[in-house]
Protein backbone atom coordinates (compact mmCIF):
# COMPACT_ATOMS: atom_id res chain seq x y z
CA UNK A 1 0.00 0.00 0.00
CA UNK A 2 1.63 3.28 -0.90
CA UNK A 3 1.15 6.04 1.46
CA UNK A 4 4.01 8.75 0.23
CA UNK A 5 1.85 12.16 -0.36
CA UNK A 6 -0.80 10.59 1.77
CA UNK A 7 -2.44 12.78 4.40
CA UNK A 8 -2.07 12.27 7.86
CA UNK A 9 -6.39 12.69 8.21
CA UNK A 10 -6.07 9.74 5.37
CA UNK A 11 -3.40 7.70 7.33
CA UNK A 12 -5.55 8.21 10.39
CA UNK A 13 -9.00 7.31 8.69
CA UNK A 14 -7.33 4.34 7.85
CA UNK A 15 -6.11 3.32 10.92
CA UNK A 16 -9.93 3.46 12.25
CA UNK A 17 -10.91 1.51 9.08
CA UNK A 18 -9.04 -1.80 9.65
CA UNK A 19 -6.42 -1.28 12.21
CA UNK A 20 -3.57 -0.21 9.27
CA UNK A 21 -0.85 -0.62 11.60
CA UNK A 22 1.66 0.66 8.79
CA UNK A 23 -0.41 3.72 8.49
CA UNK A 24 -0.12 4.11 12.32
CA UNK A 25 4.19 3.28 12.26
CA UNK A 26 4.17 6.21 9.69
CA UNK A 27 2.55 8.75 11.41
CA UNK A 28 4.42 8.47 14.30
CA UNK A 29 7.84 7.99 12.33
CA UNK A 30 6.02 11.40 10.85
CA UNK A 31 6.34 13.14 13.66
CA UNK A 32 8.96 11.62 15.95
CA UNK A 33 11.28 14.37 15.60
CA UNK A 34 8.96 17.65 15.68
CA UNK A 35 6.80 16.06 18.13
CA UNK A 36 9.57 14.66 20.66
CA UNK A 37 11.69 18.60 20.28
CA UNK A 38 8.93 20.19 21.34
CA UNK A 39 8.01 17.93 24.10
CA UNK A 40 11.42 18.63 25.08
CA UNK A 41 11.63 22.09 25.28
CA UNK A 42 7.84 22.10 27.04
CA UNK A 43 8.96 19.83 29.72
CA UNK A 44 13.11 20.70 29.63
CA UNK A 45 13.96 16.97 30.11
CA UNK A 46 14.62 14.71 27.86
CA UNK A 47 13.60 11.26 28.94
CA UNK A 48 10.39 12.70 30.37
CA UNK A 49 9.39 14.20 26.68
CA UNK A 50 10.00 10.30 25.85
CA UNK A 51 7.81 8.83 27.84
CA UNK A 52 5.02 11.92 26.98
CA UNK A 53 5.70 10.85 23.26
CA UNK A 54 4.84 7.50 23.93
CA UNK A 55 1.58 8.39 26.13
CA UNK A 56 1.07 10.59 23.36
CA UNK A 57 0.86 7.94 20.69
CA UNK A 58 -0.74 5.42 23.12
CA UNK A 59 -3.95 8.13 23.38
CA UNK A 60 -4.23 8.89 19.89
CA UNK A 61 -4.31 4.90 19.34
CA UNK A 62 -6.83 4.92 22.13
CA UNK A 63 -8.61 7.98 20.93
CA UNK A 64 -8.90 7.56 17.22
CA UNK A 65 -12.34 6.91 16.70
CA UNK A 66 -13.46 10.39 18.72
CA UNK A 67 -11.41 12.12 15.83
CA UNK A 68 -13.91 14.39 13.59
CA UNK A 69 -14.06 14.45 10.17
CA UNK A 70 -12.86 17.82 8.60
CA UNK A 71 -10.39 18.15 11.58
CA UNK A 72 -6.92 18.34 10.80
CA UNK A 73 -4.53 15.82 12.57
CA UNK A 74 -1.57 18.19 13.75
CA UNK A 75 -3.21 20.49 15.92
CA UNK A 76 -5.39 17.20 17.18
CA UNK A 77 -2.16 15.35 17.87
CA UNK A 78 -0.47 18.93 19.69
CA UNK A 79 -3.82 19.08 21.94
CA UNK A 80 -3.04 15.41 23.05
CA UNK A 81 0.68 15.57 23.38
CA UNK A 82 0.17 19.18 25.51
CA UNK A 83 -2.29 17.57 28.28
CA UNK A 84 0.15 14.71 28.20
CA UNK A 85 2.86 16.69 29.12
CA UNK A 86 0.98 18.71 32.01
CA UNK A 87 -0.42 15.79 33.43
CA UNK A 88 3.22 14.09 33.38
CA UNK A 89 4.21 18.13 35.04
CA UNK A 90 1.82 16.99 37.84
CA UNK A 91 2.94 13.51 38.07
CA UNK A 92 6.45 14.50 38.55
CA UNK A 93 5.85 17.60 40.74
CA UNK A 94 8.97 19.48 39.40
CA UNK A 95 9.45 21.86 37.17
CA UNK A 96 12.37 21.92 35.07
CA UNK A 97 13.66 24.71 33.14
CA UNK A 98 12.74 24.83 29.39
CA UNK A 99 15.78 24.22 27.23
CA UNK A 100 14.98 27.02 24.07
CA UNK A 101 18.23 26.17 22.60
CA UNK A 102 18.88 22.50 22.57
CA UNK A 103 18.80 22.06 18.89
CA UNK A 104 20.54 25.57 17.45
CA UNK A 105 21.51 27.39 20.41
CA UNK A 106 21.41 30.93 19.72
CA UNK A 107 19.39 30.64 16.00
CA UNK A 108 16.97 29.20 17.46
CA UNK A 109 16.70 32.10 20.02
CA UNK A 110 17.00 34.80 17.32
CA UNK A 111 13.57 35.57 16.38
CA UNK A 112 12.81 35.96 20.52
CA UNK A 113 15.96 37.93 20.96
CA UNK A 114 14.35 40.39 18.49
CA UNK A 115 10.95 40.79 20.25
CA UNK A 116 12.93 41.66 23.28
CA UNK A 117 14.74 44.37 21.83
CA UNK A 118 11.79 46.43 21.13
CA UNK A 119 13.46 49.81 21.34
CA UNK A 120 16.06 48.84 18.70
CA UNK A 121 19.29 47.54 21.01
CA UNK A 122 19.53 43.62 20.39
CA UNK A 123 20.10 41.74 23.31
CA UNK A 124 23.83 40.74 22.27
CA UNK A 125 25.18 44.21 22.48
CA UNK A 126 24.17 43.78 26.01
CA UNK A 127 25.16 40.51 27.29
CA UNK A 128 27.88 38.09 25.87
CA UNK A 129 25.87 35.27 23.75
CA UNK A 130 25.88 32.66 26.40
CA UNK A 131 24.18 34.94 29.18
CA UNK A 132 22.15 36.01 26.73
CA UNK A 133 20.68 32.47 26.15
CA UNK A 134 20.62 31.64 30.08
CA UNK A 135 18.74 34.51 30.26
CA UNK A 136 15.74 33.73 28.03
CA UNK A 137 15.88 29.96 29.19
CA UNK A 138 15.66 31.13 32.64
CA UNK A 139 12.89 34.13 32.09
CA UNK A 140 10.44 31.79 29.95
CA UNK A 141 10.64 29.20 32.47
CA UNK A 142 9.17 32.01 34.94
CA UNK A 143 6.17 32.77 32.84
CA UNK A 144 2.83 31.39 33.60
CA UNK A 145 2.37 28.14 31.81
CA UNK A 146 -0.57 29.40 29.74
CA UNK A 147 1.71 32.05 28.20
CA UNK A 148 4.47 29.78 27.87
CA UNK A 149 2.68 26.96 26.06
CA UNK A 150 1.38 29.72 23.66
CA UNK A 151 5.13 30.84 23.38
CA UNK A 152 6.55 27.40 22.04
CA UNK A 153 3.47 26.32 20.01
CA UNK A 154 3.42 29.73 17.84
CA UNK A 155 7.60 31.02 17.65
CA UNK A 156 9.00 26.93 18.03
CA UNK A 157 6.74 24.80 16.70
CA UNK A 158 5.63 27.99 13.78
CA UNK A 159 2.03 26.93 14.32
CA UNK A 160 -0.49 29.97 13.10
CA UNK A 161 -2.68 31.36 15.72
CA UNK A 162 -5.46 29.13 14.82
CA UNK A 163 -3.72 25.46 14.90
CA UNK A 164 -2.17 27.22 18.25
CA UNK A 165 -5.92 27.97 19.65
CA UNK A 166 -7.11 24.49 18.38
CA UNK A 167 -4.54 22.86 21.01
CA UNK A 168 -5.16 24.82 23.55
CA UNK A 169 -8.89 24.89 23.01
CA UNK A 170 -9.05 28.88 23.46
CA UNK A 171 -9.94 31.61 20.64
CA UNK A 172 -7.77 32.89 18.28
CA UNK A 173 -8.01 36.27 20.63
CA UNK A 174 -6.79 34.91 23.60
CA UNK A 175 -3.41 33.17 21.88
CA UNK A 176 -2.50 36.47 20.79
CA UNK A 177 -3.49 38.32 23.93
CA UNK A 178 -1.05 35.62 25.61
CA UNK A 179 1.63 35.83 23.26
CA UNK A 180 1.65 39.72 23.78
CA UNK A 181 1.23 39.27 28.01
CA UNK A 182 4.41 36.69 27.29
CA UNK A 183 6.53 39.12 25.35
CA UNK A 184 5.37 42.39 27.42
CA UNK A 185 6.17 40.42 30.61
CA UNK A 186 9.90 39.05 28.96
CA UNK A 187 10.58 42.79 28.38
CA UNK A 188 9.77 44.23 31.80
CA UNK A 189 12.43 41.23 33.37
CA UNK A 190 14.66 42.01 30.24
CA UNK A 191 14.36 45.69 31.70
CA UNK A 192 14.17 44.55 35.54
CA UNK A 193 17.68 42.95 35.07
CA UNK A 194 19.12 45.73 33.83
CA UNK A 195 19.88 45.05 30.50
CA UNK A 196 17.22 47.19 29.09
CA UNK A 197 18.62 50.23 30.90
CA UNK A 198 22.03 50.57 29.97
CA UNK A 199 21.81 52.34 27.24
CA UNK A 200 19.46 55.28 27.67
CA UNK A 201 20.28 58.70 25.88
Known sequence: ???DGVSDEELLRRCRAGGDRNAFELLVHRYENELFNYLRRYLGNAE??????QATFLQVHLKQ???EEGRRFRPWLYTIATHQAIDAQR????HRMVSLDHRTGEDDL???VDMLA?????ATEQLQAAETCDWVRSAVDELPEPLRAALLLVYHQGMKYREAADVLGIPVGTVKSRLHSALRKLNESWSRSGNGAADTD
Open 48 to 53: MAEDVF
Open 1 to 3: MAT
Open 110 to 112: GAL
Open 65 to 67: DQF
Open 91 to 94: RNKR
Open 118 to 122: ADGRT
